[in-house]
C-alpha cells in the first residue's frame, strides 16, 4: 500500500442500521457490523465507509443530526463505536464516516436556539433573510419532493435557507464560528480513530448563500482550510467528497489556481457513473472513451472514486434529455423505477436483468478504471431493490446473510424490523444470501473475491495512469490499459452480445510473458496480443508486465 493508502483502496459502504442486528430489537448495529468485519476483510475491503451514524429524528435517514458528536443510540455507544475501529484496524481496514454538516435537523440544540431570538448567539449559525427571497422556490435538490428552498419560519419572524428539506436547515459557513466548530467536529473522530471523511454535498458547504442571488459564490478556501487542518491532526486522513457539478469546475475541489493538490484528496466521478449507465445501455464503449477523455487532468496525489450503485439514486442528470431517455428504456422503463425526473431508483442486478455475464462485466468495467473503486453493501451478492418502499428506501434493505427468517439480519419479529427484507421473487433473500452463495465456488460472491483479490495484487489501476488504447477494435469493444511503476495491465470488456477478436499485436514488443488474471471464461493463451478473443459479455484482465522491483 503506498502512502497515499486510499488511491489503492478497496471501498464498501453500508448504513449501520440494515447492515446486521445483533440485539433482535429490529436495528442493525455497531455491534452486529463487528460481527461481520471477518466477511468484509474475506471480501478484499480496505476502507469502510458508514452512512451518517449520529443522533438524528432519522426523517432523512439519518442525514438531519442532532448532535455531530454522538452515536446514534439505536446502533450503539461511542465505547462501541471505539471497538469497532480497533477490530476493523486488526483485519486491515480504515474507517470513514459520513460528514453531514451542510445541514442540521432542525430539532438541533443550536437551531432551536437560533431560532427562539434574534439575540441567540447561534441566531448567525445559519441562513436567514427578513423578507421572501424572490428565490424561494429555485435550486431545490430533490424536485417533487421539495418546493422551496427558503421557508418562513413563525417563531423567529424569518426566512430560513435550506438546500434540502424543511427539516434540515442550513449552516451559515460565512460565520467562523461555524467553520471552526466543523473543524472540532472532525478533530473530535479523527482523534478516536477513524480514517476520514466522506463529504457529504460539497459544493453547498462552501456557497456563500446570497437571498435572491441562485448562483451565489463559492469559497473553495475552506476547502484548503479543511485540507490543512485533518492533516495536522492526522498525517493519512483522507477527504472523499460529493461534488456533482460541472467537469470545468472539478479541478477547484482538488487545488488551487496554482496545481497544489492542496484541497480534497479524492471526488466521487459521476461524469463517469452517468457515462458508464449510457454505454451499458447501448452495449457501446463510447461514452466510456468520451468520459476519460473529457476527464480534467487531476494534480498529483488527487484521484477520483468510482462507482456503479451508491446510496442515492443513479443520477443521470449529466446526460442529455435523449441519452437520460435511452438509459430509462433500457433501466428503468417504468416511472415507479424513477426519482427526482433525473435518477433510477434500482439496483444493478435487477437493471442488468439478473444476467450474471453482465453484472461480472459492469463491474468488472468500473474495478480496472482509473480511481478508486466504492461498493455498495448487497452488490457483491446480487440484491434486489423493494420498489414498494419510498424514493430511495428502495435500495436500503437489511443485508441478505442467509435463508433464516429475516434473512439473518436480525432475530426480531419481522414489524419490528426498520425495512422489510426482500423475501418473494428471484431477489428473495432465500435465493439471494451471504450463507448459500459462501458455499458455491462459481457464485457471485466468490467471483467478487477473486476479482478484489487481483485488484489489489494490481496497484497500478489504481495509483497509476489511465489510457484509452486508441485502436481499431470490433464493436462493442473497449481497451484501455494502466501503467506505473509496478507494471502495466491490459484490460479488455466486451459490452456487446456477439463474440469478437481483438488485434492488439501493437502492444506485444513491451510485453513479457503476459497472461490472463482475471477473464470471464477459460481463453487461448494471449500469445502475441494479435488474436485475442472476447465472447459476448467477456472481458479480460491481461498483465503485460511487471516491473523487476515488486517481482
Request: charged share 25%.
Amino acid at each position: 500500500m503506498t502512502d497515499r493508502w486510499y488511491a489503492e483502496a478497496v471501498v464498501y459502504c453500508l448504513d449501520i442500521d440494515t447492515y446486521a442486528d445483533s440485539d433482535g430489537d429490529g436495528i442493525g448495529d455497531i455491534n452486529g457490523l463487528i460481527g461481520r468485519l471477518d466477511y468484509l476483510a474475506r471480501l478484499g475491503v480496505t476502507c469502510l465507509w458508514l452512512h451518517p451514524i449520529h443522533p438524528s429524528p432519522a426523517r432523512d435517514d439519518g442525514y438531519d443530526a442532532t448532535d455531530f458528536y454522538g452515536i446514534d443510540p439505536r446502533f450503539g455507544t461511542l465505547g462501541d463505536f471505539a471497538e469497532l475501529l480497533h477490530q476493523a484496524a486488526n483485519r486491515g481496514i480504515r474507517v470513514i464516516i459520513d460528514l453531514v454538516v451542510n445541514h442540521t435537523s432542525d430539532e438541533h440544540p443550536w437551531f432551536v436556539s437560533a431560532r427562539s431570538s434574534p439575540d441567540s448567539p447561534y441566531r448567525d449559525w445559519y441562513v436567514w433573510s427578513e423578507k421572501e427571497p424572490p428565490d424561494r422556490c429555485q435550486g431545490m435538490v430533490f424536485p417533487g419532493e421539495q418546493d422551496e428552498t427558503w421557508s418562513y419560519d413563525r417563531t423567529a419572524k424569518a426566512w430560513f435557507y435550506h438546500r434540502f428539506y424543511r427539516f434540515q436547515p442550513d449552516l451559515n459557513f460565512g460565520n467562523p464560528a461555524v467553520r471552526a466548530e466543523i473543524k472540532k467536529i472532525m478533530s473530535f473522530w479523527l482523534q478516536l480513530g477513524v480514517a476520514g471523511f466522506r463529504i457529504d454535498a460539497a459544493p453547498f458547504i462552501i456557497e456563500q448563500t446570497e437571498p435572491g442571488n441562485p448562483n451565489s459564490p463559492k469559497d473553495f478556501e475552506f476547502l484548503t482550510e479543511l485540507r490543512q487542518h485533518v492533516q495536522w491532526r492526522r498525517a493519512d486522513a483522507l477527504l472523499l467528497a460529493e461534488a456533482n457539478v460541472q467537469a470545468a469546475e472539478l479541478v477547484d475541489y482538488f487545488g488551487d489556481s496554482g496545481g497544489s493538490a492542496n484541497r480534497l484528496h479524492m471526488l466521487f466521478d459521476f461524469m463517469l457513473n452517468g457515462r458508464l449507465m449510457l454505454a451499458l445501455a447501448r452495449r457501446d464503449p463510447e461514452p466510456i472513451i468520451d468520459a476519460l477523455r473529457d476527464t480534467p487532468a487531476l494534480p498529483a496525489g488527487a484521484q477520483w472514486a468510482t462507482f456503479l450503485r451508491n446510496h442515492d439514486e443513479i443520477d443521470l442528470s449529466r446526460l442529455t434529455a435523449e441519452q437520460r431517455a435511452e438509459v430509462y428504456e433500457q433501466f428503468g422503463p417504468d416511472e415507479n423505477m424513477r426519482i427526482y425526473d433525473r435518477g433510477i431508483r434500482r439496483r444493478l442486478a435487477p437493471m442488468l436483468g439478473n444476467d450474471r455475464r453482465r453484472i461480472e462485466l459492469a463491474y468488472a468495467l468500473q474495478f480496472s478504471l482509473r480511481g478508486t473503486p466504492v461498493l455498495r453493501y448487497g452488490e457483491e451478492i446480487g440484491m434486489g431493490e423493494d420498489l414498494a418502499l419510498p424514493g430511495r428506501e428502495a435500495i436500503r434493505t437489511p443485508m441478505q446473510w442467509s435463508g433464516k427468517p429475516n434473512a439473518g439480519f436480525s432475530s426480531a419479529e419481522a414489524e419490528k424490523l426498520i425495512r422489510p427484507v426482500l423475501d418473494t421473487g428471484e431477489y428473495g433473500f432465500e435465493r439471494v444470501n451471504v450463507t448459500r452463495q459462501r458455499h458455491d465456488p462459481t457464485s457471485l460472491l466468490a467471483w467478487f473475491e477473486r476479482m478484489t483479490r487481483t485488484l489489489r495484487e494490481s496497484p497500478e489501476v489504481g495509483s497509476g495512469t489511465c489510457t484509452h488504447v486508441d485502436q481499431e477494435l470490433p464493436p462493442g469493444v473497449l481497451a484501455h490499459r494502466a501503467d506505473g511503476p509496478t507494471g502495466s495491465m491490459l484490460f479488455l470488456h466486451n459490452l456487446g452480445t456477439k463474440p469478437a477478436i481483438v488485434d492488439l499485436g501493437s502492444l506485444s514488443p513491451e510485453a513479457d510473458l503476459p497472461g490472463d488474471v482475471l477473464a470471464d471464461r477459460e481463453y487461448d493463451p494471449v500469445g502475441k496480443l494479435d488474436a485475442l478473443h472476447l465472447a459476448g459479455y467477456g472481458y479480460r484482465w491481461i498483465r503485460l508486465r511487471r516491473s523487476d522491483a515488486v517481482e
